[in-house]
């Protein structure tokens, strides 16, 4: 496990890190005073994982490293389990989804790096996904009048306006022309 935690790969040590977190959220549903008899060493290098300040590794790479590890450290020392709100749906669907334990924003990483674009349909139709997520049964039909009116309602640029064509008659007189002021005499 410590050797997870030390790899030089940013994902692979935040992933060891949330299955720590998983590990004992499992072991604290069965056991509310569960501890590890080597839980020191392991607060210890959790802690130095969350607070890497390394100058070789890439800064967005240690930002979210820290932020990752703060969460895993927070579930192993004190047992809160981090609370995250996503809404999710279509745009005039849409519906919050709480991840307040680890196996349920596991379960939605690993759905969204799965789906990647499909997420939204199958968030909304899939009853299976529904059903995981506790989110109720799905909608029996999109509207399609409240879809139609929000793709009416963007303001799309108005190029046939009188300030726009002035802007563009100025910008016009002011281009540089050199090209086609030169004359070659031969």
């Known amino acids: 496990m410590y050797d997870l935690l030390g790899c030089s790969d940013v994902d692979l040590r935040i992933q060891a890190g949330e299955a720590v977190a998983l590990l004992y959220e499992a072991a604290r549903s069965h056991d509310e005073d569960y501890m590890w008899n080597r839980e020191g060493e392991l607060c210890a290098a959790l802690k ?18 820290r932020a990752s ?35 349920l924003k596991w379960q939605y990483s690993s759905l969204c790096h ?8 199958h968030i909304t139709y ?16 999109m509207d399609r009048n409240m879809a139609s009116l929000a793709r009416r309602s963007q303001k799309k640029p108005n190029r046939e306006s009188p300030a726009c064509k002035a802007r563009h008659m100025t910008r016009n ?3 540089d022309n050199r090209a086609a002021a030169k004359t070659y005499d031969d």
Do not use: Y
Request: with cysteine.
């Open 48 to 65: 130095e994982l969350a607070t890497d300040s390394h100058k070789f590794r890439a800064k967005k790479d240690r930002k979210h490293q």
């Open 69 to 103: 590890f703060r969460d895993v450290v927070r579930t192993v020392e004190e047992g809160e389990l981090p609370c995250e709100t996503v809404s999710v749906g279509p745009q005039h669907q849409r519906q919050e989804l709480l991840l307040d334990t680890w196996s």
């Open 114 to 121: 799965a789906l990647n674009l499909g997420l939204s349909n």
């Open 126 to 141: 899939n009853i299976g996904v529904r059903e995981m997520f506790e989110l109720g049964p799905p909608p029996l039909h």
């Open 173 to 175: 007189k002011n281009r």
